[in-house]
């Protein structure tokens, strides 16, 4: 089968003190559903503009076919979809299409109506359409499932999983599971390329961070020896040396020892050098990250919130109608189901905020809450003037990002030009740090990596705070949720 080729990549942005790349090399076969995974801010949608050749680099990329990138730019997007997606380039028949729009549960008409109108997740499905129906193409799939619910999320995995020749950028386990066949995953400048799905990868690579951190345990070891034994030879070579001013017919004997020394020092020194880089090597792809630790605060009573018979309207029609459900002290509580049907709207009317609604919404007394708001638009200036706003606990801030994956030269990047992976981060930072009662997150995941999304679980799992959410990762629903509210 063909393969593409990478070689000594190596890549920086400009005025960048780090390089995102350097001498990479390894290949791939065009046939591979390749799901591709790393922390934010590795360089996963880099490594796809570098296939596109947008920046320049040094090494090689060598490709039978062209490559094609989702999400793609739509000039004009009043128009009608048929228009938008016949400019694109298809060379297929009509046919094709409509087989296609039948396989993501696509109504026919949807051709016929402005792609302004369509939902998101309505237009994600069209262009993962029209890249998959242009000929010799290598697609690059970039986070396509951000923002799609349970439902969109199954039907797009079902199609993707037919098709060939793709790489996947997804935080999404369970996605990638049902998707890929090889795990291409970057960490600190590395890539590597495994075969299997998601879950075997991780199974791997939990093996192998356990050889390694046994390798570096046995590493440090040696150190230790080594700098004892060169503090010893340090202090007879001072011991020699102090004995030469005796001079005498032992001072010639003496100053050879002290030579012989010398020279064994110097050789300990070399070793434990070697020793040390040949340590930094091992941790190179060991992506550490440390245990986070919360104190969410007890309610008095067993109940903090309740609702009964809510229904919202919204412009003439119901969004929510007749919801029954409680949040008990230590309960983990998901809203479920699909886009437009009035989850975020719950979720804020809870939070305190003016949501007109029937029924009875009761939240208890003194109750304190930490939100997590499902957009990042408003996040502007800088991290410390956010932890000051927010009168929280500044250093456990700072602490918490920092083993979610921000890396501190990004603490004093202003907040509107972070990604939106790290934006994310910052709010769930923010409301970590908070000591509350009840803990209500929208969304939160959109766009945050795997290795963060797992610590987090691990984290409310050990900590166990009461919470109110919305999230459309499947396994981190099964992981934490302790009911399931389906609206």
């Not at 942005?13 to 559903?33: C, L, M, P, R, T």
């Not at 360089?43 to 990138?69: A, C, D, Q």
């Amino acid at each position: 089968m063909s393969q593409i080729t990478v070689s000594n990549l190596t890549f920086k942005y400009d005025g960048a003190s780090e390089k995102i790349f350097e001498n990479v090399s390894f290949q791939f076969d065009i046939g591979w559903k390749l799901g591709l995974v790393g922390r934010n801010g590795r360089g996963k949608t880099t490594f796809m503009k570098l296939l596109l050749r947008e920046y320049e680099f040094h090494g090689n990329i060598t490709s039978p076919v062209s490559f094609s990138y989702f999400p793609f730019p739509v000039d004009r997007p009043e128009r009608v979809t048929a228009d938008v997606i016949g400019g694109f380039g298809l060379d297929s028949e009509d046919w094709e299409l409509s087989r296609e729009l039948n396989l993501l549960e696509l109504p026919d008409d949807i051709l016929g109506r402005p792609f302004r109108t369509l939902s998101a997740g309505e237009r994600t499905k069209i262009m993962i359409a029209a890249l998959f129906l242009k000929r010799d193409q290598f697609l690059l799939l970039d986070e396509p499932t951000n923002h799609l619910d349970y439902q969109g999320k199954r039907v797009i995995s079902e199609y993707i999983r037919s098709k060939r020749g793709f790489i996947l950028a997804s935080h999404d386990r369970a996605f990638l599971d049902r998707t890929v066949d090889h795990i291409l995953s970057i960490n600190r400048a590395n890539i590597e390329i495994q075969q299997g799905n998601f879950s075997q990868w991780l199974e791997n690579k939990k093996r192998q961070d356990e050889r390694e951190m046994a390798q570096n345990k046995k590493l440090k070891g040696e150190i230790s020896r080594l700098k004892e034994a060169a503090r010893r030879t340090s202090n007879w070579s001072d011991k020699v040396e102090a004995a030469k001013i005796g001079g005498g017919a032992a001072k010639g004997h003496i100053g050879r020892m002290a030579a012989k020394m010398m020279k064994r020092s110097k050789n300990l020194e070399a070793r434990q050098t070697a020793a040390i880089e040949q340590k930094s090597s091992l941790l190179r792809n060991i992506d550490k990250s440390g245990e986070l630790k919360i104190s969410p605060m007890t309610y008095h009573s067993d109940i903090l919130a309740e609702l009964s018979d809510v229904h919202i309207d919204y412009g003439g029609g119901r969004v929510v109608g007749e919801i029954n459900f409680t949040v008990r002290r230590g309960g983990r509580v998901a809203l479920l189901g699909k886009n437009g049907c009035g989850k975020s709207s719950l979720i804020k009317l809870v939070a305190g905020f003016d949501i007109p609604h029937g029924g009875t919404s009761r939240v208890g007394k003194g109750v304190k809450i930490s939100l997590v708001p499902q957009e990042t638009s408003h996040l502007r200036g800088s991290l410390r003037k956010f932890a000051l706003d927010a009168d929280i606990d500044m250093p456990l801030f700072f602490a918490i990002l920092d083993k979610l994956g921000v890396e501190k030269p990004q603490f004093e990047i202003d907040m509107g030009e972070m990604s939106e992976g790290q934006k994310k981060k910052i709010l769930i930072a923010g409301s970590l740090s908070e000591s509350a009662h009840l803990y209500i997150w929208d969304e939160p995941l959109n766009y945050v990596d795997i290795q963060s999304r797992m610590q987090i679980e691990k984290l409310i799992l050990k900590c166990t705070p009461t919470m109110l959410f919305v999230e459309h990762d499947e396994a981190f629903v099964k992981n934490i949720a302790t009911e399931e509210i389906m609206l």
